[in-house]
């Protein structure tokens, strides 16, 4: 974003101005502290192991902190030795917290479980034993392909037990992708379950396995886990029951220290081209950072706090954020199996009230739908127990914040938005709720030990005011330690646009007081006139409209201008029923456009503006611009296997080809 004409560009973008300092009452109680920069300024490598002795309880203390030698891939803490889920789960139990719930659970149906650490224990050790009599030993890979129940942590956490990297595969994900992953991992076992509940109804997964397995050589043994008790096809060479071989297992398992450097597990990226990236994180690095992250940004008191992470566990997020982070912490966690409008759009508030959940972290794309729910749904429900919202996956747009603080956290809870990838395990650029004054919008700051920037085309750090790619210029714990089986791949991916510093792939912009705005991915920045627009700024300037829901911007070739904006626009409930009655769509074409001309000048006017009723999203709720930029460009719409919804194509299609 070197050119004059970008920058000038850049400079009018996001004149976001508000800003919220710190509570003194929440200063007080915070777990993340000012000085926590000032330690970690002055030796980032003494921080890191002082964290890592202080967060973690470890077999053998470790004497290096990291080793980059042979950059860049990292070794931290390798001498050490340690034990993951004797982290997250028997030291709570030994410390006299085993009657502190771990989790609770509410299935989808309105089934609930109040799951104790000394419950999750007893249930770990017993699946570690399970995996050990099926055949599974240090090193082996699993496959975990489950809904959203508890069975899905205790899988992970016997794994890790054990020393068996995991490979969580999204229970949405096709058969397909699932033996692809399969086999890439050569993984031995693949725990799954009968199905689980979506939508109202029982969905399948086992039939998925049966095909992905029926190609997999590697695979030896399937546990599944009963739960919506609907017919399957069994292999009894093959198949056991999760419930039945659980109880038969010894209930004693005493966890075996791992090296530090032990792989964790793998976690394949929804790859936008080609195969896609195992991702592989090993043990300490990763497992302090997400605990220590947890804690200070999420502001996490164990002893008193219920947090409610609305991942999905096939994410990083439900990894990072779910079982390691917030259960090394000893947290007391809600997990949800279903969707937020079953069995009415007001089921995550009805879990807030029930449960007193006082910390939530979701993902823009959930905050926008219950934007364009409307705030009387939360309404209804007592919010009062909220007191930190995070955002994570996507910018959050500066309206989409302020709504988040206002209608869900009573206008006074503080918002960070969280960013951080796959390849980072834990999150990298944020605020710290009760130190650092919150700008709606931005992901603001490195957290304290991390150092990133943002760099021009020849990877010279940028002045304020200015744009450029994000990049992290030092090593950090939970760095991915590279791809499975291609650590060629793994160094022309992150490590050859800038040697020696890792390119995360999204552009970012510094304010005047140098916090970091991230843009999005830079293959979604278009270059319209020669001017470089970020579709975040346009959408964001979309869904500061009153009448706008949520706002897609993709970048469709110009014969004239190189690319032009294409929106695609979802209206709020009632700017959607005026538009029906008066029949003003042509006239709210024109007022969106002139808004965004408003908002971020003329040359960010979007050519076109498409009414939807959906956006297409990936099932980890990232809107894919890629099939939007086929709409645009009037092209055969490409692969569609990893939208939630594949449907939602078909609907903008038949919109697209109605006169308006
Ligand atoms: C955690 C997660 C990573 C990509 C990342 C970026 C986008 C995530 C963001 C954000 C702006 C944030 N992203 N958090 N962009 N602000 N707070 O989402 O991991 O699925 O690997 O995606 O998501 O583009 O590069 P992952």
């Not at 955002?391 to 960070?416: D, L, Q």
């Amino acid at each position: 974003m070197a050119d004059a004409a970008s920058e000038e560009t850049l400079s009018n973008l996001l004149h976001e101005d508000r800003e919220f300092p710190p509570d003194q009452a929440f200063t007080e109680q915070a777990v993340g502290k000012a000085e926590l920069y000032d330690q970690a300024a002055a030796d980032r490598e003494t921080f890191w192991a002082d964290q890592a002795r202080a967060r973690l309880a470890w077999s053998k203390d470790f004497t290096q902190t990291l080793d980059w030698s042979e950059a860049p891939f990292a070794k931290w803490f390798a001498d050490g030795q340690l034990n993951a889920a004797y982290n997250c789960v028997d030291r709570h139990v030994e410390a006299g917290n085993g009657d502190r719930v771990a989790l609770h659970f509410v299935g989808e149906p309105g089934d609930t479980q109040d799951i104790t650490y000394a419950d999750l224990l007893d249930r770990v050790k017993r699946a570690a034993n399970v995996l050990l009599e099926s055949g599974v030993s240090k090193g082996d890979r699993v496959a975990i392909y489950l809904p959203m129940i508890p069975e899905a942590v205790v899988a992970m956490l016997a794994c890790a037990r054990i020393g068996a990297p995991h490979s969580v595969v999204f229970g949405g994900f096709s058969s397909d992708a699932l033996r692809t992953r399969i086999a890439d991992a050569e993984a031995k076992l693949v725990i799954t379950a009968d199905g689980g509940y979506r939508r109202g109804k029982p969905s399948g997964l086992k039939s998925a396995v049966d095909e992905a397995v029926a190609q997999s050589p590697s695979v030896g043994k399937v546990l599944v886990v009963r739960r919506t008790e609907q017919d399957v096809e069994w292999d009894d060479q093959r198949d056991v029951w999760w419930h039945e071989a659980l109880e038969a297992a010894s209930p004693e398992h005493e966890a075996e220290p791992m090296d530090a450097e032990h792989p964790l597990f793998i976690l394949y990226t929804s790859g936008t081209t080609g195969k896609p990236k195992g991702i592989f994180h090993t043990t300490a690095g990763y497992l302090m950072q997400a605990a220590y992250t947890n804690a200070v940004v999420h502001d996490v008191h164990p002893e008193k706090d219920v947090y409610w992470c609305a991942a999905d566990i096939g994410w990083v997020t439900g990894h990072s954020y779910i079982v390691y982070g917030p259960l090394a912490n000893g947290a007391t966690q809600v997990m949800y199996e279903g969707t937020p409008d079953t069995p009415h759009q007001g089921r995550w508030w009805e879990i807030v009230q029930q449960h007193q959940v006082s910390i939530l972290y979701c993902a823009p794309t959930a905050i926008r739908t219950f934007m364009k729910w409307g705030k009387e749904i939360p309404a209804k429900f007592d919010l009062s127990s909220l007191r930190v919202l995070g955002s994570v996956g996507e910018p959050i747009n500066p309206e989409a914040w302020i709504w988040y603080r206002e209608v869900i956290g009573g206008g006074k809870t503080p918002v960070v938005d969280t960013w951080w990838q796959t390849e980072t395990g834990a999150i990298m650029i944020s605020a710290l709720p009760g130190v650092t004054s919150l700008k709606p919008g931005a992901a603001q700051l490195a957290v304290p030990g991390i150092s990133v920037d943002v760099v021009d085309e020849q990877g010279r750090s940028v002045e304020n005011g200015h744009g450029g790619y994000l990049v992290i210029d030092q090593p950090w714990p939970s760095m991915l330690r590279g791809i499975w089986g291609d650590p060629e791949r793994f160094k022309e991916t992150y490590w050859s646009r800038f040697p020696g510093i890792y390119f995360a792939g999204d552009g970012a912009k510094k304010d005047d007081q140098g916090n970091i705005w991230v843009l999005g991915r830079v293959d979604d920045v278009m270059n319209v006139s020669g001017h470089r627009l970020s579709t975040t700024e346009i959408e964001s300037a979309l869904v500061s409209h009153p009448k706008v829901a949520e706002a897609a911007v993709v970048g469709a070739s110009d014969a004239t201008t190189g690319q032009a904006v294409c929106a695609f626009v979802i209206l709020r409930g009632d700017a959607v029923q005026e538009a029906d009655e008066e029949g003003e769509g042509g006239d709210l074409v024109a007022e969106l456009r002139n808004h965004v001309a408003k908002e971020i000048g003329a040359i960010a006017k979007p050519r076109q503006i498409m009414v939807v009723a959906e956006l297409p999203k990936t099932r980890s709720g990232k809107i894919m611009r890629r099939l939007l930029r086929d709409v645009a460009e009037n092209r055969e719409v490409g692969d569609v296997t990893t939208l939630a919804d594949s449907s939602v194509m078909d609907l903008i299609k038949e919109g697209m080809s109605k006169p308006s």
